[in-house]
């Protein structure tokens, strides 16, 4: 079936630090790949996408590459900052367009001054 | 845009009785998904509408879970009878295919 694993957390940084979040996928087809961030008390909002191999997307300072040969899409900022503190969640789609969605089980980041 | 409304935020009842969750999608988007989030299992998708008709219920962890979109503003999850183990954080969610999903700010239902 498809499915998302993602590294394990909490992961603590210190401010500035680099980050990455490991993200793997099994999908039957050309699946579209997905970060999204959740903030305390809110829901889930996109971070960046990516719909075919060799795609980077990137926003606010976070990127990930679609790695078909190793079926991954790790996260990565350069610097990341307090305000960079959420849960953030892999995602698939194996349909046209962007859903639905399969998700990873998240990972809390916690960044401190 | 308002985005994705639920109501209501919280939501504590004793179990054995009926808890309704509601949701009012993105005005324009034709796709609206119930999630449930919980530490043990993360995020799952329960069920999904296309043009308030439900495509996908597989979800849905059993028959005391039920969900309706009447019109394309308008979605119920309803639970009944509701159990302990229904406690959790319930997310709407709604798209197009142009757009990403969009979520809700979620409510949380502790059953008591």
């Known amino acids: 079936g498809n499915s998302v694993t993602q590294m394990e957390g909490p992961v603590t940084l210190s401010e500035e630090a680099f980050l990455t979040i490991n993200c793997t996928y099994t999908?039957?087809?050309?699946?579209?790949l997905f970060w999204y961030v959740q903030y305390p008390g809110e829901g889930l909002q996109l971070l960046l996408k990516?719909?075919?191999?060799?795609d980077k997307g990137s926003n606010k300072g976070f990127e990930a590459t679609y790695r078909k040969e190793t079926t991954s899409f790790h996260l990565e900022k350069g610097s990341v900052q307090v305000s960079d503190s959420a849960v953030y969640f892999c995602?698939?789609?194996?349909?046209?367009?962007?859903?639905?969605?399969?998700f990873g089980k998240g990972t809390r980041l916690s960044v401190i001054a | 845009d308002a985005g994705v409304i639920q109501s209501p935020r919280h939501e504590v009842t004793e179990m054995g009785q009926e808890v309704t969750l509601r949701c009012k999608p993105i005005?324009?988007?034709?796709?609206l998904f119930w999630y449930r989030q919980t530490m043990m299992r993360g995020l799952e998708l329960l069920i999904y509408?296309?043009?308030?008709?439900?495509?996908?219920d597989s979800g849905m962890p059993e028959d005391r879970f039920s969900a309706k979109m009447p019109n394309a503003s308008f979605s119920t999850l309803k639970i009944q009878p509701s159990e302990p183990r229904d406690s959790a954080v319930y997310f709407c969610?709604?798209?197009?295919?142009?757009?990403?999903?969009?979520f809700g700010n979620g409510t949380r239902l502790t059953v008591t």
């Open positions: 990516a719909t075919k191999a060799d």
């Open positions: 969610a709604s798209s197009s295919l142009s757009t990403p999903l969009h």
């Open positions: 995602a698939l789609s194996i349909y046209s367009g962007n859903t639905p969605l399969v």
């Open positions: 509408f296309n043009n308030n008709v439900p495509i996908d």
């Open positions: 005005s324009g988007h034709d796709y």
């Open positions: 999908a039957t087809g050309y699946p579209s």
